[in-house]
């Protein structure tokens, strides 16, 4: 089990000797159908790679609180092992036409993001980059 950061990029490594083949990209899906976002805390697990979303054009986004603390956030469809902390708000929403709610790992209770719902009821999660990692 590897424990990198979010942002890690996955490198191809060159094979090695004369007979020796690239790796296919079947095999990459493989482990990336392994992999977790995990929580960087408690090492919940709280997501997967194929669970990736892109939201207004991106998969990533950067937003400032009232507070002027910076978020950086990654967008998925689907999470796990979390839990919610206070009700859903729609003031200072960092995306138009969308409630957000705390989530916060249900293990280690840490804030890990947000859960937004938009007007006709489409969710989606914005996890906070550093404060995952990536378990393979």
Known sequence: ????????????????GPDSHPQ????????EAESWY????CRQKLTQPSHRTAIQGSHIHTF?????????IACF???????????????FAWFAGHSW????????????GWLFTSRNG???FGLITDRL????
Do not use: W
Request: charged share 15%.
């Open 1 to 16: 089990m590897t424990d990198a950061p979010v942002t890690a990029l996955l490198l191809k490594t060159k094979p090695e």
């Open 38 to 41: 995990i929580c960087r805390n």
């Open 64 to 72: 400032a609180n009232p507070s002027g603390i910076v978020f950086e």
């Open 77 to 91: 469809n689907y999470a796990q092992g979390y839990s919610f902390l206070g009700p859903p708000s729609t003031e």
């Open 122 to 124: 489409t969710v989606f």
């Open 133 to 136: 990692s990536i378990s393979t």
């Open 24 to 31: 296919s990209e079947t095999v990459e899906q493989e482990i």
């Open 101 to 112: 709610r705390i989530v916060i790992c249900a293990a280690c209770l840490m804030h890990v």
